[in-house]
């Protein structure tokens, strides 16, 4: 993986931050948004400096949550409202 400035890490916490309750952003949409190459390091980001953001609000591009997180991370949006069908966000009306 390419070195990630804490310039970058910063504005990755920023942009996740920002995140209204009932919205998501893809964690391509947040690369995108940070300038970021690869979407993967704003799971790498995420993974380790985002204990105090609303995690949650930061799902995969098939709307699908990771197997470890999809309980929580589903229960989560589904009581901001986020619109949920067979286990997969609505990305189409939940997404910033």
Do not use: F, N
């Not at 070195?3 to 893809?26: N, S, W, Y």
């Not at 609303?54 to 949006?77: D, E, K, N, T, Y």
């Amino acid at each position: 993986m390419a070195v990630t400035t804490e310039e970058q890490v910063e504005k990755v916490r920023e942009l996740v931050a920002a995140i209204p309750p009932g919205r998501v952003a893809t964690y391509g949409d947040i690369a995108a948004a940070a300038g970021l190459s690869s979407a993967r390091t704003v799971g790498w980001i995420m993974r380790t400096d985002s204990a105090d953001l609303p995690w949650h609000r930061v799902i995969g591009s098939s709307g699908r949550p990771a197997a470890h997180l999809a309980a929580r991370q589903l229960r989560l949006l589904g009581e901001e409202g986020v619109p949920i069908i067979d286990g997969r966000v609505v990305l189409r009306t939940a997404r910033l």
